[in-house]
């Protein structure tokens, strides 16, 4: 799947499977290190997008308070 | 020969006489106004009439209240019944019998009634309530919904009307700062033809309904006694039906005109009316400003808890990957001590194989060579036997003949030189 397109909730459900594949023993150790890299980039993802989203909606806020 | 004819004057004297003879001093009288004059000296003329059942009339007089008695009895009713006497009225009149020969026939009212007046008009107000109930139009204007922001108000009042600038300054001078459009639609507010006033201003108001959020009827200042208009059917059918809620601000104390009756709301007065929009506007206003806060609260949260969702799911993922590493190395250190111990005893017992075989290899090496040695030794005892010099020291001998030992004694002629070997020495010979 392509990472730019992936929305916020799919990202999350994504690292949460990772983390539970991890939790219980069912991932490889040849597969742990992508897949680390590839949750951490997920959350790093979901991260931005949170900030942009919470920028946003400050903003928007700010000038609904504002009219 | 009968009489000789009578001049006018002498017929109608007599009418007079006879009125005047036969008629008591005074009757109370029912009857209805058709039709009230006042004129310049303020004698008021009326026409009385009684009215069948279905509406012929059916006793007709003119009727007057001289100026003197008109100055009493009109405050006197209108400050019972709150409405002037007008045409439609019904009355109950003290009234004497008049004749004048050029007058003609009329009835002096000399007193009145007023609480007859107010039961009829009581009773004429519930019919017509009655009626608008029963065409099922009563409750029509008061089932529209109010707008949120009634911002274009369409007034009905009369230009000159106090009631209206008091509305309009209301209005415009909110604290809050909302800005209503207000549009007069004038009317005359009283007397008779303020029901078809009012009623063509309505129709005025519902050509631009599209444009207009609320109909505001406004009279304020004028006579108490003027109200009568509000209790009319027709208008009060046009305000029923109206499309836009209307709002009266008729501006009276006591019972509620029709008009009230039936609009979406009654308010007492026109700065009432005023004060209801601008509550209005200020109620949308309180709504809109805690929707904004529950919203902002509510988006704020959620951001929140995606945040500490994200972080969980970040604490969580170190320690768990962490977890899994070190179970990993612990199963290679497992798999190393394993390793190491089954090499460690597999070289144990292999060097035990070798010790053993090492031992063995001695044991057998030795009593092999003892059996080789024991074999050697037989042998070198058959050896011994078969010594040639043993042999020969025993009597044997050995003759060799051309360096060879000879065996056979044909294998040799006469006088050859051979040789024999003892055992302690050669001897030479010759053959024969």
Same mark, same amino acid.
Not at chain 2, 53 to 57: E, Y
Not at chain 2, 81 to 87: F, G, N
């Given at each position: 799947m392509n990472k730019k397109n992936l929305s916020y909730s799919e990202a999350v459900s994504s690292i949460e499977e990772i983390l539970h594949q991890i939790e219980t023993g069912e991932m490889d150790i040849d597969e742990l290190a992508s897949k680390v890299k590839q949750a951490s980039e997920l959350l790093k993802l979901c991260k931005g997008k949170l900030f942009e989203t919470e920028k946003e909606i400050e903003k928007i806020l700010k000038e609904m308070g504002n009219e | 020969m009968e009489n000789p004819p009578l001049s006018l004057y002498q017929l109608l004297d007599q009418v007079k006489s006879v009125v005047k003879n036969n008629m008591a001093s005074g009757y109370w009288l029912v009857a209805e106004i058709s039709e009230l004059k006042v004129n310049y000296s303020g004698h008021c003329y009326l026409e009385l009439i009684e009215k069948e059942? /279905?509406?012929?009339?059916k006793a007709k007089a003119r009727a007057t209240i001289w100026a003197s008695v008109f100055r009493m009895l009109q405050p006197y009713f209108e400050t019972t019944?709150? /409405? /002037?006497?007008? /045409?439609g009225m019904k009355v109950m009149v003290r009234v004497s019998v008049e004749f004048h020969e050029v007058y003609g026939f009329s009835l002096n009212i000399t007193d009145i009634e007023p609480s007859f007046t107010l039961g009829e008009m009581a009773k004429q107000k519930q019919e017509i309530i009655n009626r608008l109930i029963s065409e099922g139009v009563f409750e029509m204007n008061k089932a529209l919904v109010l707008p949120a922001l009634p911002r274009n108000v369409a007034v009905i009042s009369s230009r000159t009307a106090a009631g209206f600038g008091d509305f309009e300054n209301q209005l415009n001078s909110n604290p809050y700062g909302y800005r209503f459009y207000i549009k007069l639609f004038p009317a005359v507010m009283q007397g008779e033809e303020a029901e078809a006033s009012i009623i063509a201003a309505l129709d005025k108001i519902y050509e631009k309904d599209d444009f207009f959020d609320i109909v505001v009827i406004i009279r304020g200042g004028g006579s108490q006694s003027e109200l009568s208009c509000f209790n009319n059917y027709w208008l009060a059918y046009n305000i029923c039906q109206f499309p836009l809620p209307v709002l009266t601000g008729i501006g009276h104390e006591q019972d509620e005109s029709i008009a009230d009756l039936v609009a979406h709301t009654k308010l007492k007065t026109p700065t009432a009316a005023a004060e209801f929009l601008i509550g209005r506007f200020h109620e949308a206003d309180n709504a809109i400003n805690q929707l904004t806060l529950a919203f902002t609260e509510s988006v704020t949260d959620r951001v929140e808890e995606e945040k500490t969702r994200l972080d969980r799911i970040w604490l969580l993922l170190k320690p768990v990957v962490k977890e899994h590493l070190s179970d990993s190395a612990g199963s290679l250190r497992m798999h190393g001590v394993r390793l190491q111990g089954c090499v460690e005893r597999r070289i144990l017992k292999e060097t035990g194989v070798l010790n053993r075989w090492v031992d063995n290899v001695g044991e057998d090496s030795r009593k092999f060579l003892n059996r080789k040695l024991h074999a050697l030794e037989i042998l070198e005892q058959r050896a011994r036997y078969l010594d040639p010099f043993i042999i020969l020291k025993r009597g044997y001998s050995v003759t060799y003949y051309n360096g060879k030992a000879l065996k056979d004694p044909a294998a040799i002629a006469g006088n050859e030189m051979i040789e024999t070997r003892l055992s302690e020495g050669m001897l030479k010979s010759k053959t024969i």
């Open positions: - | 059942t /279905a509406g012929a009339i019944t709150r /409405a /002037a006497l007008s /045409a």
